[in-house]
C-alpha cells in the first residue's frame, strides 16, 4: 500500500499551459508538504499545510497554487508554465509537523514535470 | 535558504568498502535526519539523531552529531550495491520548524 502517492508521475507539456499534480496520504497524517527538486538535486519546500491550513508559502511565485480539500489531499496547480518549472515535485506528508520533536517526513515519489 | 551541505557531493567506492558523507549546518537544530533516494524515486528517512546525542546505530548506519562542529556524517559499513543512492542530511530550523531544509546531497555510487 502506496503512504503517499501522487498522480502523473511523468508530465511533459509546453509552456504556457496549466497543469496539476495530485497527492493523496493513507498515513493520517495532519500536514503535507510540496517539495521541489531541481536539475542539481537541490530540494526546497514550496509549500506546507497543516488540516487543510496553509503554513508555509517560501516566496514561490503565484503561479502556483496549493489546494488542500482535506488534510488527506494537497494538489498543486501551476498556471502558464514556464521552461524553469521543469523539475521533480515531492508531496509529502508528516504527523501534525512536529519536526523539532523528532517526527520524520514521508515522501511520495515525486512527478517529473518537463516544459517544452 | 539552504541549511545542510552535504560532502562530498559524489563518492564512488567499492564493494564492501566503507562510505563516509557529511553534512554542515549551520544554525543551532534540535535534530538531525538523513534520507536515501534511490534514483526516480522519492526520499526515504533513514535515521535520526537528536542534539543531545553524539552517535546513533542502525544497522549498517552509523550516524555521528557534533553540535559545537555543526556537523554530521554518515557511515555506511560493509556497503553493497543496493546502497547506490543520494544521501541527504536535513534539519527543522529552531524557528517554527514546520518544515525541514535539506542539503544538495551526496551522490553515492557502489561498484561491485
Known amino acids: 500500500d502506496t503512504a503517499v502517492s501522487q498522480t502523473p508521475k511523468y508530465l511533459v507539456t509546453q509552456m504556457g499551459n496549466d497543469k496539476s499534480i495530485k497527492c493523496e496520504q493513507n498515513l493520517g497524517h495532519d500536514t503535507m508538504y510540496w517539495y521541489k527538486q531541481d536539475s542539481k538535486k537541490f530540494l526546497k519546500i514550496m509549500f506546507s499545510y497543516n488540516n487543510k491550513e496553509l503554513i508555509i508559502n517560501e516566496t514561490v511565485p503565484n503561479r502556483f497554487s496549493p489546494k488542500s480539500p482535506d488534510k488527506a489531499h494537497l494538489n498543486l496547480h501551476i498556471n502558464s508554465l514556464e521552461l524553469g518549472d521543469s523539475a521533480v515535485y515531492f508531496c509529502?506528508?508528516?504527523?501534525?509537523?512536529?519536526?523539532?520533536?523528532?517526527?520524520?517526513?514521508?515522501f511520495g515519489e515525486g512527478s517529473w514535470l518537463t516544459v517544452v | 535558504s539552504q541549511q545542510g551541505e552535504e560532502d562530498p557531493q559524489a563518492l564512488s567506492i567499492q564493494e564492501g568498502e566503507n562510505a563516509t558523507m557529511n553534512c554542515s549546518y549551520k544554525t543551532s537544530i534540535n535534530n538531525l535526519q538523513w534520507y536515501r533516494q534511490n534514483s526516480g524515486r522519492g526520499l526515504v528517512h533513514l535515521i535520526l539523531?537528536?542534539?543531545?546525542?553524539r552517535e546513533k546505530h542502525s544497522g549498517r548506519l552509523r550516524v555521528t552529531l557534533d553540535t559545537s562542529k555543526k556537523s554530521s556524517s554518515l557511515l555506511i559499513t560493509a556497503s553493497r550495491a543496493a546502497d547506490t543512492a543520494s544521501y541527504f542530511c536535513a534539519t527543522p530550523p529552531n524557528q517554527g520548524a514546520q518544515k525541514l531544509v535539506f542539503g544538495q546531497g551526496t551522490r553515492l555510487t557502489i561498484n561491485p
Open positions: 539523531i537528536r542534539s543531545n546525542e
Open positions: 509529502a506528508s508528516s504527523p501534525q509537523g512536529r519536526l523539532l520533536s523528532g517526527n520524520t517526513i514521508y
